[in-house]
Structure formats: C-alpha cells, structure tokens
C-alpha cells in the first residue's frame, strides 16, 4: 500500500456524460501526476502539479479535460463530454522527492 | 515513437527459472524506474536506479548509462512474481518536473 487512493475505483459512464476522478496522496507529496493507460499501453503522461500549482499540460490532455489540486493536497481529474476513446484506466501518483507513489487507479469505461 | 523499448513483450517462465526483462532508451535520463502491475491495475514501484545496480530479494536490476539500457532480472521465480513489469524513465530534457515516460510492458506468466 502506498498510501495513495483514488476514487472511484471503476466508473462507467454513457458517451457525452461528464465524469470526475479524485486522488488522494499523502500528504508528504508536493507533486501529483496524472496519467493515463489504455489496454496494452504503458501509462502516459497527462498533467502535473507542483503544490497546488498545474506546471506541465501533455498534448493528450484536450480542453474537455480539466485538473485541479486546490489546495495543494487531493487532486479531481474531470473529463466533459465523456467519448469512447476516453476508456482507460487513470493513474495518479504522488511524489515527495524523486520517487513516484502510485495510486490503485480508476478505470473508466465509455459506452 | 516510443522513447523506451522493453523486450520481450510476453515471457512464460517455468517456477525457479532465472528471468531477464530488458529496457533500452534514447537519451540522457536523470533516473530510471521497475515497476511491476498487476491485474487489478496498481503500481508498484520496484526500482529507482541513476547507476550500477539494486538488489531486492529475489529481484535486481542493474543499469548501463553508456548503453542506456538496463534489465530487470527475477532469481527463483515463483508463480506470484506473475504480472506486467514497466520500465519507466526520466528524461535530462524534461526539466525539474520529472514526470515519467513508459515502456509498453513485459507480461510475464510463471507457471507451476
């Protein structure tokens, strides 16, 4: 256990719907990342925080996608106008220093 | 084009063989990471490594600047080291916010 959760675990959703996931890292972690994985892939980078601060945006990462850490603690990953494309699995990771604590991940699926 | 290659991709073991998983990459890293990914999909971090070699148990990996490339090598394999292991690096060019860049993954089976 890493002591990084995310919630939901597993989410299904209709196309055109929005969908929120939320992080929680521990609190030692200064940075949080988002990625994402689809089946098969290796994860890829989305976006990443320094504090509360969003410092880095991946061209993955469309305007129907939004984060936020408000506080510089949990993180919400939003997606609008949920697509089919969008199924994968959403992996957050904190991190204090140069290492990357992995949360269990939230897997979405578009139908 | 992936930036990381792993090899192979799929690897069946008998238990108690020695097993190897490889990592090249295309350019200068600050670090390198082993991660190991089971089916329900978490992550776990196995190695950060910057240079020479790490032991944990039963797994080592070493690292090769010059060559960049390194291996993932599991002694006495058992049924439960069974997952997806990833290689993931740091590049030098990515700045301070250290965000990774993934291999696909080896899947490895050991059987009984």
């Known amino acids: 256990d890493t002591g990084v959760s995310q919630n939901p675990r597993h989410k299904i959703t209709k196309r055109g719907q929005n969908v929120t996931f939320r992080c929680d890292p521990i609190s030692e972690h200064n940075r949080l990342y988002w990625y994402r994985q689809t089946l098969g892939q290796g994860p890829e980078f989305l976006t990443y925080?320094?504090?509360?601060?969003?410092?880095?945006k991946s061209r993955l990462l469309s305007d129907r996608f939004s984060a936020e850490r408000p506080k510089g603690s949990f993180s919400t990953l939003e997606i609008q106008r949920t697509e089919q494309g969008d199924s994968a699995m959403y992996l957050c990771a904190g991190s204090d220093s140069a290492d990357q604590y992995f949360g269990p991940g939230t897997r979405l699926l578009v139908l | 084009k992936n930036e990381v290659e792993q090899s192979p991709q799929n690897l069946t073991a008998q238990e108690g063989e020695f097993i190897t998983i490889n990592c090249s990459y295309s350019?200068?890293?600050?670090?390198l990471h082993w991660l190991q990914q089971h089916p329900g999909g978490g992550i776990v971090s196995l190695f950060m490594?910057?240079?020479g070699k790490k032991k944990h148990g039963r797994l080592i990996a070493t690292i090769n600047i010059q060559e960049k490339h390194s291996s993932l090598h599991i002694t006495a394999s058992h049924p439960r080291d069974s997952a997806v292991y990833i290689c993931?690096?740091?590049?030098?060019?990515?700045?301070?916010?250290?965000?990774?860049?993934f291999g696909k993954g080896t899947k490895l089976s050991v059987k009984p």
């Open positions: 993931a690096v740091r590049f030098f060019y990515g700045g301070s916010q250290g965000n990774l860049i």
């Open positions: 925080f320094q504090n509360e601060a969003q410092l880095e």
């Open positions: 350019v200068g890293i600050s670090a």
């Open positions: 490594l910057s240079s």
